[in-house]
C-alpha cells in the first residue's frame, strides 16, 4: 500500500497522482478523515493512560497515609472505561483505515503516460523480424490439429472452458521452453531458481496486492483458506516477508516455474479461443529485491532479461510502457512484451515488467539495513519470462512452414534431442 505520510503531508499532489488511476478525491479524502481520527484517538487515549497512572500513583499514597480513596478510586474506574471505550473506537478506525488504504493503488511514475485505458500506452520499439509468408498463416489452434498438440475438448470434459490438454510434441515443446527460460535466467543473468508452494494463505495474496481486490478472479479453498497462486510473483516475494535484508545483499534475483490459476471472473467472450485465455498455465517469473535508489534502472535491465528469451528464439516482438490507467494495481511504472501472432493477426501479451516502488514491501513488512544503519523498506520489481500459453502460440504461428510443420528456434533445440521441427500427424 501506498504510505498514509503522502496523504497526510502531501495531499493535494497525491490525490492529483492517484486521480491519474482513476482514484477518486473521495476515497483519498476519506483515508486522510481516518488516519486524523486515528491519530486524535491515539493522543486522547495516551493522555487518559497518563492521568489514570497518576491519579493511581496518588491513591497509592493517600491510602498509606490513611485518607479516604474510594472516590478517587471511582474516578481512576471511570477514566479506564473511557480509555475502553477509545480503545474499541480506535481499532474499528484502524480496520476501516486499513481497508480503504488496501483499496488504493500505487502511484503511478510522473513519466508514465496518463490515460484511461490500453489505448494510451506507448510503443516502446519494435524487436526482431517481422515474418513473411508465401501462403496464408494458419492459426494455432488450426496448426495444433495438424500437429495433434492440443485437445481442447477433452480438457472442457475432465475440467471446463479454459484448460486445454497439449499433447505429444506439444508437452515436449513445453517443457523445453521452460527449461530454456529457467537456464538463461540462472545461469547468464544472476538468478537462483526456486521451486515454491503452488497454494499460499491470505497473508501472502495480500502481501502482493491480489487481495482484496481482485477475489473473484482466484480460487480459493475455504476448507483451508488457502488461495492457488495466479503467478509465482505471490510466493517469489512473500519469500522475504517480515524479514530484514542486508544492503550487500541487494539486488536479489528470484526465478521459479510454477503453473498459475485464474478464474478471470467476467472474461467470457473475450480472447477466449484456443490458448489465448485460459484459467491455468504455465509461466516462469523473475522477482527482483532491490535498493529504492536503483529500482527504476532495474526495471529496464529487468526488461531487457524477459526480451532476451524472446530474442533467442528469433521471434517478432514489441515493448509497451503502459499509461496510467492501464498499469496492475501495485505497479509505479510497468512495461508490457507483446508477440506478433500472424494467424491470430493481433499482438499477445506474455509479460508485464513492473517496478512496485515500496508499495508491495509496506504490506509485506520487507526491509533492508542500509549503509547508516537504517531500516527501509525494500523495493520489489517483478516480470515474466514469459508466459507459457501465448508464447506458444506466437512460436507456431510465426515459425510455421507451408507443410503445417513449425520449424523450431536452435536456442530449444537441444531440449529436444536435437528436433529442428514440430511434424504433422498422419
Known sequence: ??????????????????????????????????????????????????????????????????????????????????????DKELAETEASLRDVMLSIPNCPAPEIPTGPDSSCNKVVRLCGKAPEFPFEPLDHIALGAKLGIFDFPRGVKLTGTGFPVILGQGSRLQRALIQYMLDVHTQTQGYTEMIPPYVVNTASMTGTGQLPKFAEDLYHSDADDFWLIPTAEVPVTNFYRDDILDAKSLPVKLTAYTPCFRREAGSAGKMTRGMLRVHQFDKVEMVNFVHPDT?????????????????????????????????????????????????????????????????????????????????????????????????????????????GSVLLPPAIRPYLGGMERLSPQE
Open 1 to 86: 500500500m501506498i504510505d498514509i505520510k503522502k496523504i497526510r503531508e502531501d495531499f493535494e499532489a497525491t490525490a492529483a497522482s492517484l486521480a491519474r488511476r482513476g482514484v477518486e478525491r473521495d476515497t483519498v479524502e476519506k483515508a486522510r478523515a481516518l488516519d486524523e481520527k486515528r491519530r486524535t484517538l491515539v493522543r486522547r487515549t495516551e493522555d487518559l493512560k497518563m492521568q489514570r497512572n497518576s491519579a493511581s500513583r496518588e491513591i497509592g499514597a493517600a491510602a498509606k497515609a490513611g485518607g479516604d480513596v474510594s472516590a478517587a478510586k471511582a474516578k481512576v474506574r471511570a477514566v479506564g472505561d473511557e480509555i475502553a471505550a477509545i
Open 295 to 403: 529500482s527504476f534502472a532495474q526495471l529496464e535491465t529487468l526488461v531487457g532479461e524477459a526480451e532476451a528469451i524472446l530474442d533467442g528464439l528469433g521471434l517478432h516482438y514489441r515493448v509497451l510502457q503502459l499509461c496510467s490507467g492501464d498499469m496492475g494495481f501495485s505497479a509505479a511504472k510497468c512495461y508490457d512484451l507483446e508477440l506478433w501472432a500472424p494467424g491470430e493477426k493481433q499482438w499477445l501479451e506474455v509479460s508485464s515488467c513492473s517496478n512496485f516502488t515500496d508499495f508491495q514491501a509496506r504490506r509485506l513488512n520487507c526491509r533492508f539495513r542500509d549503509s547508516d544503519g537504517k531500516l527501509k523498506l525494500v523495493h520489489t520489481l517483478n516480470g515474466s519470462g514469459v508466459a507459457l500459453p501465448r508464447l506458444m502460440v506466437a512460436l507456431l504461428e510465426q515459425h510455421q512452414q507451408a507443410d
